[in-house]
């Protein structure tokens, strides 16, 4: 498995031996299986159906990197990145439920004692679906301004304060929660929770979004929420960094999986539609825009395959930051570009119902957004060049 260190030292997995090629073919039909027949409904409900996370976690795509003694699959990075990008082909926000699972799920399984180990292997198994809980309303990509404070009383813990956007906040049975223990430390102060998410004095509202609507995102405040000290995790700030460096990875092929599927779209679209007594793909403009766009989705796979690589070596964090930030960067850029190049190929059937294309250039809005915007991907990769950027 891969683990996670709370500084810049990682540990190598073990040789992988899984077959690259048959995973990728049971990730594919499953992605067919299980989000083909569910994500419209889910999209136009703005729900989440339980029921795929159950149906993940029976395929073996909750805890892909976590240890076989929980459940999980003992494998790395670049396994979660194959399953993200063909779940993703499908449908990316379905997917990003799973993403949810094995980012928040490895906190767990990476840094908690036995009490935690036992939340992610229920969470592996389909029994225990879990939310990472960091945003707030006045700490989006600033996380160490977050101000959800935990004070220690006896062997509890008070929680109070606000959370937002958290993408299946109100569907979670454990909220994977980062607060304040310690103020004076500043972002060394702070720590994880695994909060029950029926626990008193919590309550979440759905916050209504034009994207990721089959994973809806909420707000969740805690007020004067009690919290067991066996439920603190040993976690803070430094296992934040590693935990988004592997996310980005996956986010980045969440996006691979949604570009490949708006540009093979636009293909056949531009091949068969016809204007002027022949197809519009005849006419240069259509054809080199999506020829720009194949380009933009084989960069976006070198370049994501190539950190989950690095990633699973077990270099240290910091010699592996570039390349994930270069991938993430350049994907949720790509698949924004692709999908508007999609969208302006459809012309004014793209814009109705009747073709998927604008619900696609809509969720792929999201991308340049999360898990660190474009400009902290581009801070990251300026730092790492040696420049002086503040
Ligand atoms: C659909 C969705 C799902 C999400 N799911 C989760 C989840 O499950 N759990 C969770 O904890 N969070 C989640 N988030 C939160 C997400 O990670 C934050 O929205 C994100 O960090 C941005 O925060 P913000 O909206 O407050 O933007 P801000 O941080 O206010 O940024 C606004 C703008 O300012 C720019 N900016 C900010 N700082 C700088 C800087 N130093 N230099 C240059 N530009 C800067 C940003 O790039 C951006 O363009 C989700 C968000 C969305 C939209």
Known sequence: MTTLST??????????????????DMCKAFAEKEIGTRWKEADAEKRFPRAFYVAAASAGLIGITASEDIGGAGLGSYEEAIAMEEMSRVNPNLAVSVLVQNVAGSILHEHGNAEHREIARRNIAGDCLVAITITEPEAGNDIQNVRTRATRDGDEWVLDGMKSFITLGGDADVLVTLAQTDPAQGRNGMRFFAVDRRSPGIEVSQIDTYVNRPAPTFRVTFNQVRVPESRRLDAGFAAIMAGFNRERIMVAARWLG??????????????????FGRPIGANQSIA???????????????????????????????????????????????????????????????????????????????????????????????????????
């Not at 997995?13 to 690259?20: A, C």
């Not at 949604?258 to 204007?275: F, I």
């Not at 998927?356 to 809005?365: K, N, T």
Request: charged letters at 20%; hydrophobic letters at 45%.
């Open 258 to 275: 949604h570009m490949q599927t708006a540009l093979e779209w636009a293909r056949d679209y531009a091949g068969t539609r016809r204007q």
């Open 288 to 390: 080199f825009s999506l020829a720009q766009c194949h380009v933009d989705v084989e960069a976006a796979r070198q370049l994501t395959y190539h950190a989950a690589a690095r990633w699973d070596s077990g270099v240290p964090l910091r010699d592996v930051i570039l390349d994930v930030s270069a991938a993430k960067l350049h994907s949720t850029q790509a698949v924004v570009r692709v999908t508007q190049a999609a969208l302006h190929v459809g012309g004014g059937w793209g814009l109705t119902t009747e073709l998927p294309v604008m619900r696609w250039a809509l969720d792929a809005l999201v991308a340049p957004v999360t898990v660190g915007s474009v400009e902290i991907q581009l801070r990251a990769i300026a730092r790492e060049m040696g420049l002086p950027v503040e």
């Open 7 to 24: 500084g810049s030292v990682r540990t190598p997995i073990p040789v992988n031996t899984v077959d690259r090629v048959a995973f990728r």
